[in-house]
């Protein structure tokens, strides 16, 4: 709650907390509790992890179950295994 009410980065510049983006609060609120580690990686010259990252990596390490998918390719609603694996197949392989 400490983050409510700040601005939005517009620089996605994660070294700073006066200025937020979605993927930030994410990483601020979960990276390091429990076995939760996110990698930064480099984008635009700058550390960050966008949504492509963190969907990555928490499936990778099995951080997150997949409840429930919507619009991943089509306009529907899919639960459980069918959701992650669309959602899995939906995401671009890291380089």
């Known amino acids: 709650m400490t983050h409510e009410g700040k ?11 006066d ?3 979605c993927t930030d609060i994410v990483y601020r ?11 930064l990686n480099r ?4 550390l960050a992890l966008s949504a492509e990252d963190l969907l990555q990596q928490g499936l990778q ?3 997150f179950e997949v409840v429930l998918g919507f619009g991943v390719g089509e306009q529907v609603i899919r ?8 959602l899995r197949a939906s ?3 890291p380089a």
């Open 29 to 39: 609120a979960y990276h390091e509790v429990g076995p939760m580690n996110f990698e």
């Open 7 to 17: 601005l939005y980065d517009f620089v996605f510049d994660f070294r700073q907390a």
């Open 61 to 63: 390490k099995d951080l």
């Open 79 to 86: 639960h459980g295994e069918s959701a992650e694996s669309r």
């Open 19 to 21: 200025r937020l983006v």
């Open 43 to 46: 984008r635009s010259g700058r």
């Open 91 to 93: 995401l671009r392989k």
